[in-house]
């Protein structure tokens, strides 16, 4: 679990930046130039260590050079504000594969409600389109406070939220599934 969070903290490295930043300094535009220079770091670091770069690393990079720099040279934020609605897009995108959520799962899940865990992984890209254009809606708004409420509480809430449900709905169907075939034998 705690390679889980290490992961995320690293994917969302710049966002974090850039919202500690902006939350400390009230400055959109020195957030931003953070935000890029923190990005920038942290690939010359994973470099330097010689860990591999995957292709969301280079293009989380690309995105937050072209949208930061877009940001600051309009003075508008809602450019590197929509950057976490591409990664919900993206991450949509490949959830559309049939059976993607099969290989996360426990032999007991996989095995006994396939149909279930294929049906859960078309809601979880469901909802990552969704949280996506919210965070657009948020972005055109240019509401800072609206935005970092809605990436550090609604974003994170949703996806909890979809947790908490799906293992509960998980844990009542491989029951009744079990049950089912322990009366049938």
Known sequence: MKDVFARLGADFFSTILFIAIYLATDNVLLATG???????AQVIYSRVKGKELGYMTWASLALVIVL?????????PRFVLAKPAIGHFAIGV??????WMLRYMPPIVSQTIPEYVTFAGYAWAALCFALGA???GVAMTGDMKLWTFYVTVVL??????????QYIAF???VG??????????
Do not use: P, W, Y
């Open 34 to 40: 953070v935000a890029i220079a923190g990005a920038i």
């Open 68 to 76: 930061g720099s877009a940001t600051l040279l309009t003075h508008d």
């Open 94 to 99: 490949i959830m559309l594969k049939r059976g």
């Open 134 to 136: 919210g965070t657009i």
């Open 156 to 165: 994170v809430g949703a996806k909890m939220a979809a947790f908490a449900i």
């Open 171 to 173: 844990r009542v169907l």
């Open 176 to 185: 009744s599934r079990l049950r089912a075939a322990a009366q049938r034998a």
